[in-house]
């Protein structure tokens, strides 16, 4: 089993940044990857972004590209998200995840197998 446990989310204005963490542990973690989804009120869940554990190749979603970083420090079990020039369609419950088939359909909800319990990110205008 494995165990996430996502912090940093907040309030912040248009412009600004975050910066949320997402700490793993269990017996099976790492895993292959890690990923990282939102869900904003009345909306479908949508990938973020994506990172290889051992590798560190990370992907985006179009939306996000340019503004946020996703990267995680092996020695910690912890996987990050910098957001920047944050907007207020940001804003959303955001979710990280972890998976054991690697880069497979890293945009997909379903290809991951555990999931933390969220941390809301507001950004107001």
């Known amino acids: 089993q494995v165990q996430l446990v996502e912090s940093g989310g907040g309030l912040v204005q248009a412009g600004g940044s975050l910066r949320l963490s997402c700490a793993g542990s269990?017996?099976?973690?790492?895993?292959?990857?890690m990923g990282w989804f939102r869900q904003a009120p009345g909306k479908d869940r949508e990938f973020v972004a994506h990172?290889?554990?051992?590798?560190?190749?990370?992907y985006y979603a179009n939306s996000v590209k340019g503004r946020f970083i996703i990267s995680r420090d092996t020695a910690k079990n912890t996987a990050y998200l910098q957001m920047n020039n944050l907007k207020p369609e940001d804003t959303a419950v955001y979710y990280c995840?972890?998976?054991?088939?690697?880069?497979?359909?890293?945009?997909?909800?379903?290809?991951?197998?555990?999931w933390g319990q969220g941390t809301l990110v507001t950004v107001s205008s």
């Open positions: 995840a972890a998976t054991t088939l690697g880069r497979i359909n890293y945009y997909r909800a379903r290809t991951y197998d555990y």
């Open positions: 269990g017996h099976t973690f790492p895993s292959d990857a």
């Open positions: 990172i290889g554990w051992s590798n560190g190749r990370p």
